[in-house]
């Protein structure tokens, strides 16, 4: 079968436009593939220089953040101690208390009183080491709700400053809400003093306790408690005439109202009188029985004239942190 010219013509068009299909497919399609590949590989390389040039332009001053971080961590920690042995801990102990005993005591202006104080420690065990949760508490004032109140302060506005402080002491309560565990070692002891006034005044020394370490005078991390209780003489007198001279009021006030109440006059002076009296009685009794006591035993216990307090002082540490300074420079040289 003999093909037309037409016939012939519509044949190699159709050869070569399948020619030309299957080269677009074989060699051209993989070729733009091969390319676009190319290219997002190239936008990623790109993407990586253009990081590493912004981390090498910033490399300098991350450097400086790490070291002021470093810095700044370093003098948090040196508030601490280091971890400690019991051993270490009694040296410790015994340095604390030579600083509370030898410390000045001065009055109202600023005078020195005593270049030290008179007071003995004994007693003194220290413990095993230990950790302890350090954290901020907040005192909330109590507040008392009942309906009445309810009802009489409802639709009263707040005022500014009250919301003010409220939005501070929030802000605090989460910013400073989290706890830390460190280490923590204590000692127990017992302070003793002629004088009342000397262990006030070693109670004062162990709150301004300081340490000069490095070239710096540095506030340790301490905690001290003691039950300690004072009595003010002084005071329970002058509050003792102030109920004296009430009381003489009173009766005389309540006197003159009876009278003109009732027409008759109440004796609550001579009663008065006849109390005191009494008293008076009972006072020389007592008196005659201690000094028989104080005859038939001549001398007195030492803890009439010795005032003293159990105290417990625990010392906490922290791990330091490495020096950065020698890893850094070790990377600026790579």
Same mark, same amino acid.
């Given at each position: 079968m003999k093909l037309s010219k037409q016939e012939r013509i519509a044949v190699l068009v159709i050869a070569l436009i399948i020619l030309l299909g299957l080269g677009i497919f074989f060699f051209i399609v993989p070729k733009f593939q091969a390319i676009g590949e190319s290219t997002a590989a190239l936008v990623a390389k790109q993407q990586e220089l253009q990081t590493a040039t912004e981390r090498a332009n910033t490399k300098e001053q991350l450097g400086i953040d790490v070291i002021n971080a470093y !810095?700044?961590?370093?003098?948090?920690? &040196?508030?601490?101690?280091?971890?400690? %042995?019991? *051993?270490?801990?009694?040296?410790?102990?015994?340095?604390?208390?030579? #600083?509370?005993?030898?410390?000045?005591?001065? &009055?109202?202006?600023?005078?020195?009183?005593?270049?030290?104080? !008179?007071?003995?420690?004994?007693?003194? %065990?220290?413990?095993?080491?230990?950790?302890?949760?350090?954290?901020?508490?907040?005192?909330?004032?109590?507040?008392?709700? #009942?309906?009445?109140?309810?009802?009489?302060?409802?639709?009263?506005?707040?005022? +500014?400053?009250?919301?003010?402080?409220? @939005? $501070?002491? +929030?802000?605090?309560?989460?910013?400073?809400?989290?706890?830390?565990?460190?280490?923590?070692?204590?000692? +127990?002891?017992?302070?003793?003093?002629?004088?009342?006034?000397?262990?006030?005044?070693?109670?004062?020394?162990?709150?301004? #306790?300081?340490? &000069?370490?490095?070239? !710096? %005078?540095?506030?340790?991390?301490?905690?001290?408690?003691?039950?300690?209780? $004072?009595? #003010?003489?002084?005071?329970?007198?002058?509050?003792?005439? *102030?109920?004296?001279?009430?009381?003489? !009021?009173?009766?005389? @006030?309540?006197?003159?109202?009876?009278e003109k109440d009732t027409g008759h006059k109440l004796n609550i002076q001579n009663a008065a009188a006849d109390t005191t009296a009494d008293n008076e009685d009972n006072g020389d009794n007592a008196e005659n029985t201690n000094n028989n006591q104080n005859n038939n035993n001549k001398t007195d216990s030492i803890d009439t004239y010795v005032y003293s307090l159990s105290a417990d002082v625990t010392f906490y540490s922290i791990e330091r942190m490495q020096d950065p300074s020698d890893q850094l420079a070790a990377q600026n040289l790579e």
């Open positions: !810095n700044e961590g370093r003098n948090v920690a &040196d508030m601490f101690f280091e971890d400690m %042995t019991p *051993y270490e801990a009694d040296a410790a102990v015994r340095e604390f208390l030579d #600083y509370c005993k030898n410390v000045e005591v001065k &009055d109202d202006q600023g005078n020195v009183i005593k270049k030290k104080l !008179n007071v003995v420690v004994d007693s003194l %065990t220290v413990g095993e080491p230990s950790v302890s949760t350090l954290g901020v508490s907040f005192f909330s004032e109590p507040t008392v709700d #009942y309906e009445l109140k309810t009802y009489a302060s409802q639709g009263r506005e707040t005022p +500014q400053e009250v919301l003010d402080a409220q @939005a $501070r002491e +929030q802000i605090l309560q989460s910013e400073l809400s989290s706890t830390q565990t460190v280490g923590s070692i204590s000692a +127990q002891f017992t302070v003793s003093a002629l004088d009342e006034d000397e262990l006030m005044a070693f109670i004062d020394a162990v709150n301004e #306790y300081q340490k &000069d370490e490095s070239g !710096n %005078t540095i506030r340790k991390a301490i905690t001290f408690n003691s039950g300690i209780s $004072r009595t #003010y003489a002084d005071v329970q007198e002058k509050y003792a005439d *102030y109920i004296a001279d009430i009381t003489k !009021n009173v009766n005389s @006030a309540a006197s003159k109202q009876f």
